[in-house]
C-alpha cells in the first residue's frame, strides 16, 4: 500500500551541522551552521503560527469567480475507428448500427448485419466549454468505451457533434481525431500486459468550438464574488479588503460563499473584475483530516489541535500453516498411499506502544508521535479515528 503524510512540521531542537565548545579550542563553523539553522527554524516556525492564526494569503482570483463565469459540461456520442481487432464485439449490438447510420449519413446505405465492427469501438465523449470561449477555440476532449472494447490505442475519433445538458438541438463543439490512451494492452499465448486504462482516452485540443455561450457578469448593477470553497471569515475578509482598497465597489458579505459588489457606472464590468481579482486576501484554512483508505493517503491540515489523550498500539499476529506430508505403506502391507495434513497454529502478540498527546497538540507532535510509534498507515487512519471518537482530536475527518 502506497502511503502519503503530508504535514506541516519543523524540528527546530535538532539543528543541522557538527557541534563543537567554543571553550576548548574547536572548530566554531559548526556552532555558526547551527545558530543560522536555529534561526531558520524559528522563522519557518514563526510563519507557520501565522498561516495558522491568520491564513494564507492568496489571491481573490484563486479562492473565488464571479457569478455567471462558469464552465459547461458537453456531452457526445460517437465511434472510435481503426482499430487492431480490439474494438466492439457482437455482444454490443448497437455498434453496428451507429456505423451503419454513419455510413448512410455519407450517402452509403448497408445492411448492419453485414457489419463487423471489431475494428471499432462506441463511446462516451466528454469535453468542459470554458467561460467566454468563442466559434473556433479548441479544447480538449476525453472518450470511453461504452461497449466492450478492450482497447481504444491507435483508433481515430470520427467527428462527433457535442451537446450542453440543456439543449440537445443547438451544437456547442464538433469532436475529431486520434486518440492517446497514454498506456497500452497487448497479449500474446493467454498472456497479457496492460498500462493504465485502455479504454479511456484523451485528444488534446480535439474539439472545435461551435456555439459561444452567452456569460451574464451584472445583476441589476451588481456584481458577485462566490468563494469556491465557502467560509464565513474568508467571506469576511475579502469584503474588508475591498473597501480598504476601492470602497466605491461598497462590499458586502451576503453568506459565507457570497460577497455583494456595486458596479460604479464608470466602470466597465471587464475592468473591475480584473482589478478585483487580482488583490490578496488571507484565506482561513479549517481543521480537517482527509483520508483515503483505497490509497492509504492520510492529510492533517495546520490547524488540526488535539486534547490530552494516551494512544496505545499493538498487534495480534495469528499465523495457521498446514503442511501436506505423504504416508507411504511398508511393502507388501496391502496399505494404501494417503496425503497427511499438519496444521500449525501460532499466535504472537507484540508489545503494546504507548504515547501520550499533551493538551493542544499540534501537527508537529502528531508528526514525531506517528513516527515514534513506528505505525502503519492502517494504524494511523484507525488512531485518527479513535481520536475523533474520544473527543481528542479537534478537526473533521473526511474520508474518500
Known amino acids: ?67 455567471g463565469v462558469r464552465s459547461n459540461q458537453l456531452l457526445g456520442y460517437g465511434l472510435v475507428v481503426g482499430l487492431e481487432g480490439t474494438g466492439d464485439t457482437k455482444n454490443t449490438p448497437f455498434t453496428q448500427t451507429l456505423l451503419a447510420n454513419a455510413m448512410k449519413f455519407a450517402g452509403t446505405a448497408v ?14 465523449i466528454t469535453a468542459e466549454l470554458p467561460p467566454f470561449s468563442t466559434p473556433g477555440n479548441r479544447i480538449d476532449v476525453t472518450v470511453q468505451s461504452i461497449g466492450d472494447a ?44 496492460q498500462k493504465n486504462h485502455s479504454t479511456v482516452g484523451r485528444i488534446p485540443s480535439g474539439a472545435f468550438v461551435e456555439t459561444a455561450v452567452s456569460t451574464q457578469t451584472v445583476f441589476d ?35 459565507a460563499g457570497t460577497i455583494e459588489l456595486n458596479l460604479p457606472p464608470d466602470r466597465l464590468p471587464i475592468e473591475s473584475m480584473s482589478e478585483i481579482e487580482l488583490l490578496t486576501v488571507r484565506a482561513d484554512t479549517a481543521a ?35 503442511d501436506l506430508l505423504v504416508s507411504q505403506p511398508a511393502p507388501f502391507s496391502k496399505g494404501e498411499t494417503a496425503v497427511v495434513p499438519q496444521t500449525r497454529v501460532d499466535a504472537r502478540e507484540d508489545q503494546a506502544q504507548v504515547a501520550l498527546i499533551a493538551p493542544t497538540a ?28 474520544q473527543g481528542s482530536l479537534k478537526a473533521r475527518i473526511r474520508v474518500q
Do not use: C, H
Open 221 to 255: 448593477g451588481k456584481l458577485f464574488l462566490e468563494l469556491d470553497e465557502a467560509d464565513l471569515t474568508t467571506s469576511k475578509r475579502v469584503a474588508e479588503k475591498i473597501a480598504s482598497v476601492w470602497p466605491e465597489y461598497l462590499p458586502r458579505a451576503l453568506t
Open 111 to 124: 445492411d448492419p448485419n453485414f457489419l463487423k465492427v471489431k475494428n471499432v469501438a462506441v463511446v462516451a
Open 1 to 67: 500500500m502506497r502511503f502519503l503524510l503530508a504535514f506541516v512540521f519543523v524540528f527546530a531542537a535538532s539543528p543541522l551541522g557538527a557541534q563543537s565548545d567554543p571553550g576548548q579550542g574547536g572548530d566554531q563553523s559548526g556552532a555558526v551552521v547551527s545558530q543560522e539553522a536555529l534561526q531558520r527554524a524559528a522563522k519557518r516556525l514563526e510563519s507557520i503560527i501565522d498561516a495558522e492564526k491568520n491564513g494564507i494569503e492568496v489571491r481573490i482570483k484563486d479562492i473565488a469567480r464571479f457569478r
Open 150 to 193: 478492450k482497447s481504444l490505442q491507435g483508433g481515430t475519433l470520427l467527428q462527433a457533434p457535442l451537446y450542453a445538458a440543456n439543449s440537445k438541438d443547438v451544437v456547442y463543439a464538433a469532436a475529431q481525431g486520434s486518440v492517446s490512451i497514454g498506456g497500452f494492452n497487448v497479449g500474446s499465448g493467454g498472456n497479457s500486459v
Open 288 to 322: 480537517l483530516v482527509v483520508i483515503n483508505e483505497r490509497t492509504g493517503t492520510i492529510v492533517v491540515g495546520g490547524n488540526v489541535r488535539l486534547g490530552p489523550a494516551v494512544v496505545a498500539k499493538g498487534s495480534l499476529n495469528v499465523r495457521i500453516e498446514t
Open 362 to 389: 499540534t501537527v508537529a507532535d502528531l508528526a514525531k508521535l506517528f513516527q515514534a510509534l513506528r505505525v502503519s498507515p492502517t494504524d494511523i487512519i484507525a488512531i485518527l479515528q479513535a481520536l475523533q471518537e
